[in-house]
């Protein structure tokens, strides 16, 4: 066999190999390059730029209809929901919130957590609890039940001891009932008028021996002696009316008294009628004068001095530490009841906040033709290959199919 001989069966499959193989390879160059038209003229060279450059936004909207339909549907970003919101993943997320909460107030230089509590709290007394208030007061039942419990608990079950009993009739006898304040009520008490009244009501009413008595004697000139030695010998006054109470063991008969005072001998019909006027006079203060009072006692208060150590204190609190684990986890199961009932709703709202699709979309377009080439060539890089080799193996076959034909005839 000649050499054009041999050449005419030989070219076939090489020329087949080599036409399937670049055609391919050509084919997938193509889907990404050029990347931007080519213009002769004025007129636009065909398959220029390449197909998913000339396509991009269309495959964007496809790539986003694809995710949005198929893969990041309602029910699976339901699921991805609650396996992200898991109740120990919120818990922990909850805790380092609250960690990072103590943290920044602990690195608080310049106070500023105290601030803001001071104007809560400043705003809290100023103007909300007032208005709170004069509010509930208005209610039939406000402060019923608590008012009550203090009557019963405190009011109903007190009782002086001994020391108390002691000052307290001590107190009495120096500055309400002291020889002084008697002597001076005993003046004001005896004027001639009820000097005059006591003489004749003593004169009409007595019989007998103390007839003799108030008509010979009367009263008048004892009483206007009386009243004359108060106001003349006021220091001698004092120490005979001192005696007489040592005498008459005041002091020890008023704190017997005193410590026999409660409300448990007073009959039930009475303490309940107390009980009921109580709770009518704390409640008719409250609605009248209470807003105005807490007003002013939230003015009379440094706020600033009070959010200062609040602060402080809780900087150093044991037990707000010790509870950061139980406040996480109390909010934790908060927020999971909350998302067991809500989770499809909240989800539904949260999809057209995301705009997935528009992210999905721009992300795409935003891609150059180059990088969208290099991702897909480094994703499936040996399977294009394998494009392009099987080209030239079915080039090949051709062509040596076509030889074989040759041979035949």
């Known amino acids: 066999?000649?050499?054009?001989?041999?050449?005419?069966?030989?070219?076939?499959?090489?020329?087949?190999?080599?036409?399937?193989?670049?055609?391919?390879?050509?084919?997938?160059?193509?889907?990404?390059?050029?990347?931007?038209?080519?213009?002769?003229?004025?007129?636009?060279?065909?398959?220029t730029p390449g197909l998913i450059p000339a396509n991009q936004e269309r495959l964007a909207q496809r790539i986003s209809d694809t995710i949005m339909g198929s893969l990041l549907t309602p029910e699976e970003l339901q699921r991805l929901a609650k396996r992200l919101l898991a109740t120990e993943r919120v818990e922990a997320a909850i805790r380092w919130l609250l960690d990072l909460a103590i943290k920044q107030i602990r690195a608080d230089k310049q106070q500023k957590t105290a601030k803001i509590l001071s104007d809560i709290l400043r705003d809290l007394f100023g103007e909300s609890l007032p208005r709170l208030l004069k509010a509930l007061s208005r209610r039939e039942d406000f402060l019923e039940e608590q008012i009550d419990n203090i009557f019963d608990k405190v009011l109903l079950e007190f009782r002086l001891n001994n020391s108390q009993a002691k000052q307290l009739a001590d107190w009495l006898l120096e500055a309400v009932i002291s020889p002084d304040v008697i002597r001076l009520a005993l003046i004001d008490f005896l004027t001639d008028r009820n000097i005059q009244v006591i003489d004749d009501s003593f004169r009409e009413k007595t019989s007998g021996t103390y007839w003799v008595v108030a008509n010979l004697f009367g009263l008048r000139n004892t009483l206007a002696r009386?009243?004359?030695?108060?106001?003349?010998?006021?220091?001698?006054?004092?120490?005979?009316?001192?005696?007489?109470?040592?005498?008459?063991?005041?002091?020890?008969?008023?704190?017997?008294?005193?410590?026999?005072?409660?409300?448990q001998n007073l009959p039930i019909s009475t303490v309940r009628q107390l009980r009921k006027t109580t709770r009518d006079t704390v409640r008719a203060y409250i609605q009248e004068s209470g807003s105005q009072f807490v007003q002013e006692f939230g003015k009379s208060i440094d706020w600033d001095g009070v959010a200062v150590l609040i602060v402080n204190r809780l900087q150093s609190s044991v037990a707000v530490n010790t509870s950061l684990v139980a406040i996480g986890k109390e909010l934790a199961l908060i927020l999971e009841r909350y998302l067991e009932e809500d989770l499809e709703k909240l989800v539904e709202q949260i999809i057209p906040i995301l705009s997935i699709d528009q992210v999905i979309i721009a992300r795409v377009k935003a891609t150059s033709p180059q990088e969208l080439e290099l991702a897909v060539e480094g994703i499936v890089k040996n399977e294009l290959q394998a494009i392009v080799n099987l080209g030239g193996v079915l080039g090949f076959i051709v062509g040596l199919m076509q030889t074989i034909l040759l041979l035949l005839r």
Do not use: H
């Not at 080599?18 to 060279?45: E, Q, S, V, W």
């Not at 009243?227 to 008023?254: C, H, I, P, Q």
């Open 226 to 263: 009386l009243r004359t030695f108060f106001l003349d010998e006021k220091d001698l006054a004092n120490t005979r009316l001192r005696e007489l109470l040592l005498s008459l063991e005041v002091r020890s008969r008023l704190r017997e008294w005193l410590q026999s005072l409660s409300l």
């Open 1 to 47: 066999m000649d050499l054009a001989t041999l050449w005419t069966f030989v070219v076939p499959p090489l020329g087949g190999a080599i036409i399937g193989y670049f055609t391919n390879d050509i084919a997938i160059k193509m889907l990404f390059r050029p990347y931007k038209p080519i213009y002769i003229g004025k007129r636009k060279l065909p398959f």
